[in-house]
T-cell receptor, first 114, second 116 residues
Framework: GQQLNQSPQSMFIQEGEDVSMNCTSS?????WLWYKQDPGEGPVLLIA?????ELTSNGRLTAQFGITRKDSFLNISASIPSDVGIYFC??????????????FGKGTKLSVIP | DTAVSQTPKYLVTQMGNDKSIKCEQN?????MYWYKQDSKKFLKIMFS???????INETVPNRFSPKSPDKAHLNLHINSLELGDSAVYFC???????????????FGQGTRLTVV
């Protein structure tokens, strides 16, 4: 089946530093999504990317959809303590009849040291 | 107002029991899903329903049976629970928009199932 390789697995950074994480795939996806999961909560959508080459920002977050549709990165600028959590990339494919399937990366666990 | 809500949030039960997890969404979405997150935080799709019709049915033991009474609800029933069923189960929903934008999934808070 499809697999996403997400790196790094974990990061420890100082507050104020910039963060970068990425995902690669052997398969093409029509849509790339980035989610954040806090402990005890469900994944929350951060950014959705629909077009190859698209660069999208959401506050301090910036993500890009690779030209080949097989990769994406997420950058967080000037990290703050509440950025702590697990970040997941997800490739989305259309399964027909209005249904979309997400294939998730294994997550990047971010720790921010005040 | 909670967009995708699941109950219960925690469920502890003995092996062999039958249990259900309920999910409701008030987003007006057409499609609902169940995902499973294992102990290593890996998320994998189990089922999807569009307007009460089963669309995706991944390789899941047939002890797991989704039921959708209407398009705003998708419940997950699990028979003869096993230790390996312990995980966090997430309900999600998305809007049907063909193959383009605004199709991303919104997730509930999860149900942590512990089988003892």
């Amino acid at each position: 089946g499809q697999q996403l390789n997400q790196s790094p697995q974990s990061m420890f950074i100082q507050e104020g530093e910039d963060v970068s994480m990425n995902c690669t795939s052997s398969s093409i996806f029509n849509t790339w999504l980035w989610y954040k999961q806090d402990p005890g909560e469900g994944p929350v959508l951060l950014i959705a990317l629909y077009k190859a080459g698209e660069l999208t920002s959401n506050g301090r977050l910036t993500a890009q959809f690779g030209i080949t549709r097989k990769d994406s990165f997420l950058n967080i600028s000037a990290s703050i303590p509440s950025d702590v959590g697990i970040y997941f990339c997800a490739g989305q494919t259309y399964s027909g009849a209005g249904s979309y399937q997400l294939t998730f990366g294994k997550g990047t666990k971010l720790s921010v040291i005040p | 107002d909670t967009a995708v809500s699941q109950t219960p949030k925690y469920l502890v039960t003995q092996m062999g029991n039958d249990k259900s997890i309920k999910c409701e969404q008030n987003l007006g979405h057409d499609t609902m899903y169940w995902y499973k997150q294992d102990s290593k935080k890996f998320l994998k799709i189990m089922f999807s329903y569009n307007n009460k019709e089963l669309i995706i049915n991944e390789t899941v033991p047939n002890r797991f049976s989704p039921k959708s009474p209407d398009k705003a609800h998708l419940n997950l029933h699990i028979n003869s629970l096993e230790l390996g069923d312990s995980a966090v189960y997430f309900c999600a929903s998305s809007l049907r928009q063909g193959r383009s934008q605004n199709t991303e999934a919104f997730f509930g808070q999860g149900t942590r199932l512990t089988v003892v």
